[in-house]
């Protein structure tokens, strides 16, 4: 979970107000995948969390695949895709 800029987190919190919450970021393997990618989308959606990002593995590139989506009009639409590793790369890049 990442929150909104200037948000600090109360650790001794589990549970979140979603007015707080920028974006929601899984990590989803094989088994859990479809629910993560398709169930959740509409659980996120509807309190208003801003972004919902899922990472995925690629076997092909052995990296993990991350697809962005922001809620537009109540509904996520993808708004890119990167590599794990080119997050890295644009933080080295920042410093």
Known sequence: MAFKLGHKPDLNIGTRAAADVWAVIEAVSK???ERDAAEKFGAYAEPGIPN???????TV???GVISMHELVGGAYKITGTRLVSQLAESADDAR
């Open 61 to 63: 590139e052995d990296d």
């Open 52 to 58: 919902y990002w899922i990472i995925r593995r690629d």
């Open 31 to 33: 088994v859990s995948e």
